[in-house]
């Protein structure tokens, strides 16, 4: 005897006979999703193994891509811009702060790199700004912000590729051709000026 | 007596032979007659000029007038705006906002798994499946007002920001097809259960929604586990938030359908008898091997 009724909100701490009944029956079909997918690792979509990052890049050279959200002081403040009443009460901007000496997060290689090419958006304190009121949700703002974040610390990370030999020789080359073409070009100029002057030779 | 008469006739009557057979009317030699085919015409007409060369006009051009003028058929513009509409599915919108106001007041459990039927209790949603609707979608708007962790069941996300802000609270989203026979069931069980019909069986989505429901960005029912769990981590990642611990999930909470399930605890082919408060199971193995297929 298993009665049904309309999922009716009731406050309930521990489990009741009807709802373990709905936990413990397990209907599988052949559509079951053991069957689908027989090489998942974990078929809960909660837990399991992740192969994306999810912890900071420890030191290394290379940035993984992880930033721990913890260590990111995220306000929310007004936006700017017309829009009325809804732009004046909510708080829809989002200002996200952190101090870049003590992030652990960005290598130590790319963070002096990190620190000039962003030297306008770290205060005396140390600490990189970034704001944003692009859209009318404040979590589209925060993904911006942490876009803009990402994309920045992907600059300091490539390094220039810089000259090889070959190409200094070629450079050196064409410029000594063309500076002696100058030099050249100056003689034949210097000439026909002179030869517009009187001379000083006595013709008799 | 009708036998006798019946053998009086058949004394009477011919033998049955092909010549006796009713004949199609296209065989007649009337019809042929009114009907010429078209290579009887072509050899009884001239070998020179349009018609023996292929080489006639589109009809609605008279080939001596037809300075400037355009065939029938393109005379009337071809307006194709509602190409299509026979085969759209529709799915009428609930946004994050009606969600949070609807647990707020508490006409919604957020402890327990939220999908079509208890959303169809509230009676906000009219849902028509002859109207080739197929459920409903999620709308982002709410979307930083929401701030409750639900296990939420719905037929449509459009939107990436909407399922950020559900699993921003630390919830589950799935995605889900119904056919419109389990659709009709789902939308008033109560009155589903009245009318005396096993609990129907899902079907798979049609072939221009398979893309969909298998897709771990939308979080489709069909798609592979490990694959929602990176596009979780990913969704957090990008909208800046962390996602819960899974050890403190209710078991409730991490309730699932199976893709031939339609209500939580109910499987198909089981007749619910609300009256006596029973249930009845089939028995026999064909019905048990058609509800487990």
Known sequence: MIPITNFVYRQCSALSTRQFLIISRTYKSNLSYDKLFPKSQSLDVLSGPIQAPTSESSGKEKFNGFIPIDKLDVTHRHARGPGGQHVNKSLTGVEIRFHVESATWIPASIKPRFRDMNHTRINRDGYFIIFSDETRHSLLNQAHCLDRIRALIREASLVPKGLSDEERKTIEQRKKAASQERVIRKRIQSMHKQERKPSSTDLN | ??????????????????????????????????????????????????????????????PIQAEGRLPWILTVPKEPYYEGIEEARQYLPISLRTLQRLIDLRRINPEKPIDLPVLCNTKLFSIQPDQRQFGLQLIDEGADLFSTPINLEIQWVASELAIAAIERCGGVLTTRYF?????????????????????????????????????????????????IREERQR???????????????????????????????????????????????????????????
């Open chain 2, 179 to 227: 056919d419109p026979i389990s659709l009709s069931a789902l939308i008033d069980a109560k009155k589903f259960f009245e009318r005396g019909e096993p609990i129907p069986r899902c079907d798979t989505p049609p072939i221009n929604a398979v893309e969909y429901y298998t897709d771990p960005k939308q979080r489709g029912y069909l798609a592979n586990p490990d694959s």
């Open chain 2, 1 to 62: 007596m009708p036998i006798e008469r019946g053998l009086q006739y058949l004394r009477q009557m011919q033998r049955v032979t092909l010549k006796n057979l009713p004949m199609p009317l296209e065989k007649t030699l009337k019809w042929q007659k009114a009907h010429p085919d078209e290579t009887k015409i072509k050899a009884i007409m001239s070998r020179k000029g349009p018609i023996s060369r292929n080489a006639l006009p589109p009809y609605g051009i008279d």
């Open chain 2, 235 to 293: 969704l957090a990642q990008k909208y800046g938030y962390k996602l819960p611990d899974p050890s403190k999930f209710s078991s409730l909470f991490r309730l699932k359908k199976d893709p031939r399930q339609i209500f939580y605890g109910l499987e198909p082919g089981w007749l619910v008898n609300l009256k006596d408060q029973t249930i009845l199971k089939p028995t026999d193995s064909k019905f048990q091997t058609f509800y487990h297929s």
